[in-house]
């Protein structure tokens, strides 16, 4: 979706805040951040087709797009931007119409105008509520979907393994320990922990429907610290959970979050280059192709970002599944929204689109909506050409419509500064290697703060660790070094990574953003 007028003055009044968040940040009451991707109304969730709603929020920027009706029983779709107030957030409903349909000329759209306010409060990054127009509060949830090969197929990670890492959060919600696990498949599902010196084994019960695990572990006959408990549910690429760990009469509990980076393949040394993507289900050997989930959230296509208003795709991978809502308009110029799904395995996904009608419109009753018409095939694909092969990509990618040639793609930044130092300040676990490789402890852990913009770098509050974009034309990730001078800054040791949406990767994890919000989805249920 092209950025409208309203938009760019957003967009404003955020730039104009930056300044003061450069320089010091101060957390947030948001303890999570919720899940972009399709949400759907609880209560209207019932296996047939009806309204629907694609939320994104980076930072304290909100952006919906809802799929709706209109009382003629026209498909029909909304937008809505605004800043969150702590958990909740209230903006105008916009309606476009005249934009560009499947395979019609280039055309901007202009704004049909607001049928009223929407509010959304969220209770965690999977539920909340929202209001209508003519519409009293009901509650929404996150869309959770499995293919069946996920399930039961070779991709599934409970047959090959998955790889985590996570970080523990104390009481004062401040991350205290770091780790690497894995869940392996057994008899049982194991839940294994490791770290610089020590590795625990617990035994875990499986909620396949939640895809949630609950583990128990066995004290340790040396009486050191030992895992008693754990927790934890996968959510797409996002692990949350609690842990509880003993050494002597001493228990201390941790809040779990973190991030599934791998299963299968990547494991192996020589398949370590998967790592650097969310591959979602590894190759089971090096040859087999990445399988990647791409950033959920809301994509454009890179020719129309005019800055006026436009089509947009909402984007939605999880468990071997591609969902897809294209936002766009008819031959005519009346806005409409075309929706598709497929199975997910690699990096190209190809799906039919149907356009409905007849669903429920803003204050008017329930009924649910029809498939009217099938318009043809999209593909989607997330890759780049970088020096003549293909790269898994999860911030940039291709897009063909129906009666169109393919056109690249890329993730919307709802936030000015994502691209600038600005969008690395905030709360990282870093992972840094030494200059020495020989040595036994030549890789350390660390949380780092960056708390000072210093137009070229962001910095930690003392200047031991600065963090610099590495930008080369034309790669559409951009890769972040960061250094920390070590014992009286005469060693120099080294962490880096590619910068993508909600910062994620094998060897960072951005914990908090630069507002100070907590990039987890805080107290979901976890059985």
């Excluded at 003629?72 to 702590?86: I, L, S």
């Excluded at 057994?186 to 895809?211: A, D, H």
């Excluded at 970002?305 to 591609?322: E, F, H, M, Y």
């Excluded at 703060?449 to 080369?472: N, W």
């Amino acid at each position: 979706m092209k950025s409208s007028s309203r938009f760019r003055t957003l967009r404003s009044a955020i730039a104009a805040s930056a300044v003061a968040l450069s320089c010091t940040l101060s957390w947030a009451a948001r303890d999570f951040t919720p899940q972009a991707g399709t949400w759907v109304i609880s209560e209207e969730l019932d296996g047939k087709p009806g309204r629907g709603l694609a939320i994104d929020v980076q930072g304290n920027t909100f952006f919906m797009q809802v799929f709706g009706y209109e009382k003629n029983g026209d498909a029909t779709f909304y937008t809505a931007t605004g800043q969150m107030k702590g958990n909740t957030v209230t903006a105008p409903l916009m309606q476009y119409q005249g934009g560009r349909s499947f395979g019609g000329d280039a055309r901007d759209a202009v704004e049909l105008g607001s049928p009223g306010n929407v509010t959304v409060s969220f209770a965690n990054g999977l539920q909340g509520t929202v209001q209508f127009p003519g519409e009293g509060p009901v509650a929404i949830e996150r869309f959770i979907a499995m293919s069946e090969q996920f399930v039961v197929g070779q991709l599934s990670p409970r047959k090959v393994g998955r790889q985590l890492k996570v970080v523990g959060l104390d009481e004062a919600g401040q991350p205290a320990i770091a780790w690497d696990a894995v869940l392996v498949r057994e008899n049982l599902g194991l839940f294994q922990i490791t770290g610089k010196s020590s590795s625990r084994r617990l035994e875990c019960s499986e909620l396949p429907q939640l895809e949630a695990y609950i583990c128990q572990g066995q004290e340790p006959e040396d009486g050191s610290a030992w895992v008693a408990s754990a927790q934890l549910r996968v959510v797409g690429i996002d692990i949350q959970g609690q842990i509880e760990m003993r050494e002597g009469e001493t228990s201390r509990r941790y809040a779990l979050i973190g991030m599934g980076i791998s299963a299968g393949g990547a494991g192996i040394p020589e398949c370590l280059q998967y790592q650097q993507i969310y591959v979602q289900t590894g190759p089971r050997y090096c040859g087999g192709p990445p399988v990647i989930t791409p950033s959920n959230g809301t994509w454009i296509i890179t020719d129309e970002l005019s800055g006026k208003p436009g089509r947009g795709i909402a984007v939605d991978v999880q468990n071997g599944l591609a969902i897809a809502q294209v936002f766009n308009y008819l031959a005519d110029g009346r806005s409409s929204f075309h929706m598709g799904s497929n199975d997910y395995a690699g990096i190209t996904t190809t799906m039919a689109l149907t356009r409905y009608a007849d669903g429920r419109y803003f204050g008017g009753p329930q009924r649910s909506a029809r498939a009217v018409e099938p318009v043809g095939e999209m593909q989607l694909q997330f890759a780049e050409l970088n020096q003549q092969r293909l790269d898994a990509n999860r911030v940039a990618g291709t897009v063909q419509f129906p009666g169109e040639l393919p056109q690249r793609m890329q993730r919307l930044a709802l936030e000015p500064d994502s691209s600038s130092h600005q969008g690395l300040l905030g709360q990282w676990m870093l992972i840094f290697l030494g200059p020495d490789r020989t040595k036994p402890s030549w890789q350390e852990t660390r949380f780092i703060t960056l708390s000072r913009d210093l137009g070229d770098a962001a910095a930690s509050e003392d200047g031991s660790v600065q963090c610099k974009r590495q930008s080369q034309e034309g790669l559409w990730l951009q890769g972040v070094v960061c250094e920390w001078w070590r014992n009286d800054r005469s060693e120099l040791w080294k962490s880096s990574f590619m910068q993508q949406t909600n910062n994620r990767s094998a060897s960072a994890m951005q914990i908090r953003d630069r507002h100070g919000n907590l990039l987890g989805l805080g107290d979901i249920p976890l059985d």
